[in-house]
Every structure is written in C-alpha cells, then in structure tokens.
C-alpha cells in the first residue's frame, strides 16, 4: 500500500465500488455488442429472410432449404457425356427460376389494391 | 421585386402541398382521394401483407437456386473449361455477369423490402398522403427488381447459348463431326 494518506484513501474508495463498477462495466460492453450485432442484423439483409419472425408465419414452412445434390466436378476431362450431364443439371435448374413469375407488379397495382376506388357505392341497395 | 418573391412563395407553397411524388408521375391528390385513402388503406395494409410474405419467399427461394447455379454448375463448368483449354471466356464473363446482377437483385429487394414495411408499419388513417407516397414508391422498387430478374434470366439464357456453342466446337474438333 502507499505510504501517502490521500492516495491510500482514494484506493480504498475505488476497491470498495470495483464490483459494481466490474457490473456496469460489463453490462456497458454486453449492450455495444447487442447494438453492433443488431446493427448488423438490420443492415445486412439477414432481418428480412428471417422467417422466425411472426410476420412471416404463413410462409415459414414453405421455406425450405434446397438439399438436392447438385455435383458437376470443376475437374476432368469434357467429353459428350459431361457436356450433356450439366445440359441436363442446367436446364433442370434454371427451368425452376426463369418459368416462375414471382414479383409481379400486378399485385401492388391501383387494380389490384383499389386504393382510390369508393367502394361504398358498390354495395347493392336492399330490396324494398 | 415583389412579383419575385410572390412567385418564389408561391412556388414553396406548390413544394410543401400534398402531392403524391411518384419517380416520374406526380400524381395530385385531391381531398376525396385522401378520404378514400383513409376509407380503404387498413384493407390494403392487409393486402400488401401477403403480397410482402409472398415476396420475401419468392426472394429466398429465387437467391437460394441462383446461389446453386453459380457455384455448383457454373463456376465448376468455367474452371473445366479453363483446365481442358478450351475458350471459356465469354461463359466467364457472362457468370461474373449474372452473379454482379444476383447482388443487384437482392439490393434491389432489400429497398423494395424495407419500403413494403415502412407502409405496413405506418398509421395510415393519420398519414394517408405518407402512405400514398410510401405505397408508390415500394411499386418502383418491386419494378426494378423484376427488371433485375429479367436481365438474370437473359444471362441464364446467354449462358446457355454460350455453352451449346463450346460444346459444338469442342466436339468437332475432336470428332471431326458435328453433334
């Protein structure tokens, strides 16, 4: 310990509060991580494909991961037989994205969601 | 003088009213269209749910077999080229291609996402003329990824081309017989 006074005391002060200030410390450091990892979370895209989340309920079990084995060797020799086994891999795979007509902007089209449409003086008058 | 800062008011006042601002359309919103945009945006606040939950299984889906293609069939098929000597080239380039507009495509969706939310997210009865506006511009971002969708299925198709090309080549020349 040191021989000053002054200097003995305010040590004495600092390791009476060192767990509490062990505590905040270490809740400061928890909450940066969380806020870092959140910010990465949102800013990366993950938070929109995370389909844990309970506005995407419906569609959670649709969701799957696609496990099909797909081997096409990055090495070999390139004969008939190869060149037809990836034709065949190909057109398998892409005929699963280029015949799907998904993102249509019909579906947020003035038709289709009737924004501007008055549709109270679509309802028919009760027969007198 | 005056005549200027009468028109300079004039046109703040034109700035600040309640216009919808679409990219290219400005679409004026009279009052009866507010009140309608009052009347029936809770209804399409449910609608564009679905629609937003059908997208986003549409995106995991689509980069899920985008994913496949480029590192399972064209990246392997590139490198086997490469390592037979053949002229891969323009398969190479249409793969560097068809994976920079992927990135487009899931920026592009990312945007369109986050917009889709901001409405849905957003008290419509108290902001119908946020909502219209908000609304509009997630319809350009849901057009801009399908343009992105587009161009991916060209560079699919271009691929395709290129390959069927390479294989008829590589074959006549070690035949010596068209396939």
Redesign the interface.
Same mark, same amino acid.
């Given at each position: 310990m040191s021989d000053d006074p002054k200097l003995a005391a305010e040590l004495s002060r600092w390791s009476q509060h060192r767990f509490v200030m062990l505590i905040v410390g270490v809740i400061c450091i928890a909450l940066f991580l969380v806020s870092a990892a959140l910010s990465l979370y949102n800013n990366s895209?993950a938070s929109?494909?995370d389909?844990s989340s309970p506005?995407?309920q419906?569609?959670r079990k649709? #969701?799957r991961?696609?496990t099909t084995q797909?081997?096409?060797?990055?090495?070999?020799?390139?004969? %008939?037989a #190869?060149?037809d086994q990836? %034709?065949k891999?190909?057109?398998e795979?892409?005929g %699963?994205?280029?015949n799907?007509n998904?993102?249509?902007?019909k #579906?947020?089209?003035e038709e289709?969601?009737?924004?501007?449409?008055?549709?109270?003086t679509d309802q028919s008058v009760p027969a007198q | 003088m005056t005549k200027a800062i009468v028109a300079t008011i004039l046109l703040m006042l034109i700035a600040v009213s309640p216009l919808a601002h679409a990219e290219d359309v400005q679409v004026v919103l009279t009052d009866q269209?507010i009140a /309608?945009?009052r009347?029936?945006?809770v209804g399409?606040q449910s *609608?564009?749910?679905r629609?937003?939950?059908?997208?986003?299984?549409?995106?995991?889906?689509?980069a &899920? +077999?985008?994913n496949?293609?480029s590192t399972? /069939?064209m990246?392997?098929?590139n *490198?086997?080229?490469s390592?037979?000597k053949?002229n891969g080239v323009a398969m190479t380039q249409t793969t560097v291609d068809f994976d920079e507009t992927v990135s487009e495509f899931?920026l592009m969706? &990312?945007q369109y @996402? @986050?917009t889709t939310s901001r409405a849905l997210k957003m008290n419509c009865k108290d902001q119908p003329v946020s909502f219209?506006d908000t609304?509009v511009m997630?319809?350009s971002q849901?057009?801009a990824?399908?343009d992105a969708?587009n161009r991916?299925?060209i560079l699919? +198709?271009q691929?395709?081309t290129q390959?069927d090309q390479l294989?008829a080549q590589? /074959?006549q020349k070690?035949t010596g017989v068209t396939?």
């Open positions: 895209g929109q494909l389909f506005t995407y419906d569609i649709q #969701a991961r696609d797909v081997d096409f060797s990055a090495t070999g020799t390139l004969d %008939k #190869a060149y990836f %034709k891999m190909y057109t795979r892409t %699963k994205v280029v799907v998904s993102f249509d902007e #579906a947020l089209s289709s969601l009737q924004l501007l449409v008055d549709h109270s | 269209d /309608l945009i009347t029936n945006c399409v *609608s564009m749910q629609v937003h939950s059908s997208d986003a299984l549409a995106r995991y889906n689509l &899920q +077999q985008y496949i293609i399972k /069939l990246a392997p098929m *490198s086997r080229v390592l037979n053949l899931k969706y &990312q @996402e @986050e219209y609304l997630a319809r849901k057009a990824v399908r969708i991916i299925n699919l +198709q691929y395709d390959f294989r590589a /074959l070690t396939p």
